[in-house]
C-alpha cells in the first residue's frame, strides 16, 4: 500500500495572525521582527516581493523596501493559535508531527479506501481557515520530503497531489535548494560541477556524492529520487535548549558580555530545572561586528547547576573569544539533554547549596524569573533589587532579590 503523507504550512504565519488581530495591516508590505537591528522572522508576501526574505537584516530588508511596517511580533499571540491549529488537526488525523510552530506533518495512509485522502486533507484545510481564519498551504504525496517540496512550490493557498508516478516528473525541474537538506554550502559545491537541478542530482553515482559532502550524500541521493522512508512522529524529545542576545551597539566590554552570559546561562538553568532536564554539552557562541559567527563547545558531567554550568559558560567565552573586535551578538546552547534530576556531588557539593537551589526556584515559580537573580548577571528586564550578602559556603556570586 503506497503511504499518504500530507504537509501542512500555514501560510505566512506571524503576519497572517497579526492581520486577524488588525485588518488594517492586509495588502500592505509587512515585516515581523525584532527592532532595526535584529533580522526579519516573516514577511508578507508584498515585502517578498521587493527581495524581502526571512533571516535577513531588518536594516537591509528596509533598504530594499522602505515602505514596509515593522511589527516586533507578539509571541504569546503566535503560540495560542498554533496551539489551536494543532488541536484541530489532532482530533481529525490519525497520526501528526508538529514540525515546527507552523508546519505539521500527516500520516493518513489507509483513507483512500473509506473517503479519499486529497478529498479528506481539503476539507481539513478549510475548517482550520474557518475556525481560525488563518491561511494554510498543504500537499499529499508518497513521503515527507516530496510533500515539504510540493507544499512550498504551491504556496500560498496551494492544494497539491503529487501522486507516485508524477513525483519524478514533478521534481526533476526544480532547483536542488528546494531539497530541505540543501544549505548554501552544498548549493555552491554542487553547482561548481554544473550540478543545479534535482534531475542532474539523482542521475550523480550515489558514491561520488557521499566523497563530495560526507555521509549526508547518500540521503541527499535519495531525496533527489523521491526516496524518504522516514516515519511521521508523533512526538520527538527536546534536544537542546538555547538562547541568544543581539546589543544595541557593538561591544567590546567584557565586563557586561560576561554579566550578560552569567544572566542567560542563570535562566536557562532554571529552565533546565523547571522542565527536570540534565545537560551534557555546553556552547557558547559569538557573531562578530563583521557577521563572522564562532562557536564552542565542551562535554560536561550531567548536571542543571547555575554554579557549574557558568563555570562551563565562563571559560569557554575565555578561549573563544581572541579576536579584541567588538561583538554584535553572544548564545548560549545546552543540548544532549537527558531526563533527571540533578545528583549531588558528595565531595563538593553541601546541603546548604541544594537548598538554595530548591529556594531560589520556588520563589522564581511564585514570583517569575526575575524575582531572585545574581548580581553579576544583566537582566534585560530590569527592576529595582536589593542586594543579598554572599553567603560563603552556600554559592559563588551574590543574588538580587526582588522587592515587593
Excluded at 526579519?40 to 522602505?66: D, K, N, T, W
Excluded at 510540493?150 to 496551494?158: H, T, Y
Excluded at 542521475?203 to 541521493?221: A, F, T
Excluded at 545528583?343 to 547549596?353: G, K, L, S
Aim: overall charge positive.
Amino acid at each position: 500500500m503506497a503511504r499518504a503523507i500530507v504537509h501542512m504550512d500555514l501560510d505566512t504565519f506571524f503576519v497572517s495572525c497579526e492581520r486577524l488581530n488588525n485588518s488594517k495591516l492586509n495588502g500592505l508590505p509587512l515585516i515581523v521582527g525584532g527592532g532595526e537591528r535584529g533580522v526579519v522572522a516573516s514577511c508578507s508576501y508584498e515585502a517578498r516581493h521587493f527581495g524581502v526574505r526571512s533571516a535577513m537584516p531588518i536594516r537591509l530588508a528596509l533598504q530594499l523596501c522602505p515602505q514596509a511596517k515593522v511589527i516586533k511580533g507578539d509571541m504569546e499571540l503566535y503560540s495560542n493559535l498554533s496551539h489551536t491549529v494543532t488541536q484541530i488537526i489532532e482530533e481529525k488525523a490519525p497520526v501528526v508531527e508538529k514540525a515546527s510552530i507552523d508546519e505539521f506533518y500527516l500520516d493518513i495512509t489507509g483513507m483512500d479506501k473509506f473517503y479519499g485522502c486529497y478529498k479528506w486533507t481539503n476539507e481539513l484545510s478549510s475548517t482550520i481557515t474557518k475556525e481560525t481564519g488563518l491561511p494554510i498551504s498543504f500537499a499529499l504525496s508518497v513521503n515527507k520530503t516530496v510533500s515539504k517540496i510540493a507544499s512550498g512550490e504551491g504556496k500560498p493557498l496551494g492544494h497539491l497531489e503529487i501522486p507516485e508516478p508524477m513525483v519524478k516528473s514533478f521534481l526533476n525541474p526544480l532547483s536542488i535548494r528546494k531539497i530541505p537538506m540543501v544549505g548554501e554550502v552544498t548549493f555552491s559545491l554542487l553547482s561548481r560541477i554544473g550540478i543545479r537541478t534535482i534531475e542532474k542530482l539523482s542521475e550523480m553515482p550515489p558514491i561520488y556524492l557521499q566523497k563530495m559532502i560526507g555521509k549526508n550524500g547518500l540521503e541527499l541521493w535519495k531525496k533527489a529520487n523521491g526516496i524518504d522512508n522516514n516515519p511521521v512522529e508523533p512526538y520527538t524529545e527536546r534536544k537542546s535548549i538555547s538562547t541568544e542576545h543581539t546589543f544595541g551597539q557593538d561591544t567590546i566590554d567584557i565586563h557586561k558580555i560576561k554579566s550578560l552570559l552569567i544572566g542567560m546561562t542563570e535562566q536557562l538553568a532554571f529552565q533546565l530545572r523547571s522542565e527536570q532536564w540534565l545537560t551534557s554539552t555546553v556552547t557558547v557562541k559569538i557573531r562578530y561586528s563583521n557577521f563572522d559567527t564562532e562557536n564552542v563547545q565542551c562535554k560536561i558531567p550531567y548536571t542543571s547547576c547555575d554554579h557549574i554550568l557558568l563555570k562551563y559558560v565562563t571559560d569557554l567565552f575565555v578561549k573563544l573569544y581572541k579576536r579584541r573586535m567588538r561583538i554584535r551578538l553572544v548564545g548560549v546552547r545546552f543540548s544532549g539533554l537527558v531526563r533527571g534530576t540533578y545528583q549531588i556531588n558528595m565531595f563538593e557539593d553541601t546541603v546548604e547549596m541544594m537548598q538554595l537551589y530548591q529556594a531560589m526556584d520556588k520563589l522564581k515559580k511564585r514570583y517569575g524569573f526575575d524575582a531572585v537573580t545574581r548580581c553579576a548577571g544583566t537582566i534585560l528586564k530590569c527592576k529595582k533589587s536589593a542586594l543579598i550578602p554572599k553567603s560563603n559556603n552556600v554559592v559563588q556570586g551574590k543574588l538580587a532579590m526582588k522587592t515587593r
